[in-house]
C-alpha cells in the first residue's frame, strides 16, 4: 500500500463482521421461480436481503460499524446522512446497543423509511435535497452531538459488512456463476466483489445501475470517478454516486456494470411481487432488469441476484403512480 | 357410521395425500415478525401456502384429487367452478398430468387469477355471478366434455389434500397452542381439524371469517348450514358458504369461528405486506385480523395463522380502491 491510500476492507474483515453481526441477522432466504428462470434462460437464485432486519441488507454495514465501536467511541451515539434504508438500519443497530441516533434525511425521503427509523428510536434531521445542504446540515449535527459518522457505505467498516451478504450467498448457493447487485454507493457490490473475489473468484460479479443514475457505468468506462448530477431514477436507494472506497474495489474486481431503463425496473418489480410473492423496492428490481435485458450474458447459467430491500410505500406503487 | 351419511376423510387420507401430492408442492415456509408477535401479545407463526405452487393452499387439494384419478376417470379431463384460486390450482394439476381442465369463474373474477389459469392451459367459461347460473354453466360443460367434477372444497379427496397444509404445520412448529385459518367453504378448516384432531387434539383450531360472509359464524351457533345471501367482502375467497361434508367436520371438531370486519381485514393486509415483506391476498388476511380482534383468547398462547395465498391483482390494491 502506498502512503496515504486509504486501507481497503479485506476478507478476513468480512469473516470478523460475520462473527460479530451473525446474532443479530436473518441468515436471509434464497428463493427462486421457474417463470422468472424460463424468462432469463438461466437459473435464477434470489437473495431475499427484503427478509433482512429493518428490511435491507443495510442492516448488515450498519450492524458491523455500530457493533464494533468501543464504548467510548459509542457513547455519544451515532449519526449519518440517509435517505432511507441505511438509516433505518442504523436506527436498528443503535437501538440494540441503546445508544443515541441521528439521522439526517432529505425532506423528500420515503415516509415509510422515516417512520420505521422513528419507530426504533431515531432523531430524523430534515434537510434539504442538495449534497452541499446535507453535508452542512451533517456537520452541524455532529458538532453538536459529537458522534460517531457512519457513512452509508464510503467506511471500511460498511463494506465488510455488507460482505456478508455475500459470504452467506456463496454458502448457500453452490455453483454459481455470477451475481448480479444493484449499485448505488457501491457498498454491496464492492463487500460482494471482495468476498466472491476470495471465495470462488471465477465467478463474475455483476453491478446492476439504474440508466438515469449510470455513475459507476461512466465511471467504469472512464477508469475513474465521473460523478451523477441530480439523478432522477424510482430506484431511490440508488442514486447516491460511488466514492473512492468502493470505487477502489470495483475497478479492479467488478465484471462490469450494466445500465436499465426506469419502465425495466418497475416491470421487473412487479413481475418479482407477483411471481415470488415478496414485496421488494424499486432498488431491488435492477438486478432483474439488466439479468433480463442481457440474456446473451447469462444463458444457461447458475446467476445470483441480490434483492436489496423491501422497505416500500404501498401507498405509492410505481406502477399506479410512476 | 349411518347409512346414507357421507363419508369424511380421515387423518390417513392426509397421510396418502401427503404421500401422493409431496413430489409437486413446496413445503412452505414459517415467517414470524416481532412486531406482529407484541402487537398480538401471542407468539404467532405464519405458515405461508402464499408461496405454495400456483400462489396458493388450493394446489394440496385439487393435486390430491387429479393425481388420485385412474387413467380413464382421468381421461376426459377435469372441470370445476372456481372464482379464483381453486381453478387456478386444478389448471396447474391438470397440467401436470396433462389432461384436458374446464373452469367456469364468474365475469367479475379476478383477472390475475383468470390469467394465470389461461396460463396453465386452462379452458375459461364465463358464467353470471348467481349460484344457479353457475351451476347450470357447469353442468353443460359437463354434460359436453364427461370431465370428472372436482368440487373447491365440498369433496373428501379435496379436504384431504388441504389437511396436509396442517400436517406440515404441525411437523415445523413444536408447541402449538392454537391454530387459525381462514374459512370459506371450509376446506381447509376443515382439513386442519382432520389433522390437528389426530396430532395434536389440545390444539384449539379457529376459523376467521369476514362478518361480511359471516355463514360459517351463524351456523356455528345455530348447529345447521345457514346458509348466505349474496355476501360481500373483500376476501374474494371467502365468499362461498360451507358445505355439507365440511360443516359435518367443522360441528365435531372446531374450537370457535371469529368474524372480522372488512377495515381490519384491509389493515392486517397491509400491516403483513409492510411487515413480512410477502404479497397476500386480502382472504389470508382474514385470520390475522381475527387475532388482533380477539387478544384476550391467544394472549402469551403460540398461535399458527395459515396464509392461504398471494394471487392478488395489484393494479387494484385495496387500500388504493377500497
Redesign the interface.
Known sequence: MRKGEPVLPTMDDILSAYERICPYIHRT?L?SSKFLSDAAGADILFKCE??QKA?AFKTRGALNAVLGLDRSAASNGIATHSSGNHGLALAYAASLRKIPCHVVMPRDATA?KRHAAEGYGAEIIECGPSASEREKCLDMVLAKTKAEFVHPFNDARVIAGQGTCGLELFNQAAGLDAVVAPIGGGGLVSGTCVAFSELAPCVEIYAAEPKNADDAFRSFRAGRIVADHSPRTIADGLRVPIKELTWRIIKAKLSDVLTVSEESIVDSM?II??RL????EPSSAVALAAVLAHTELFRNKRVGIIITG?NVD??F?P??DG
Chains 1, 2 share one sequence.
Open positions: 432466504p428463493m427484503n427478509f428490511g415509510a412487479k411481487w407477483q410473492k415478496i414485496v421488494v423491501g404501498l401507498d406503487l406502477w399506479k
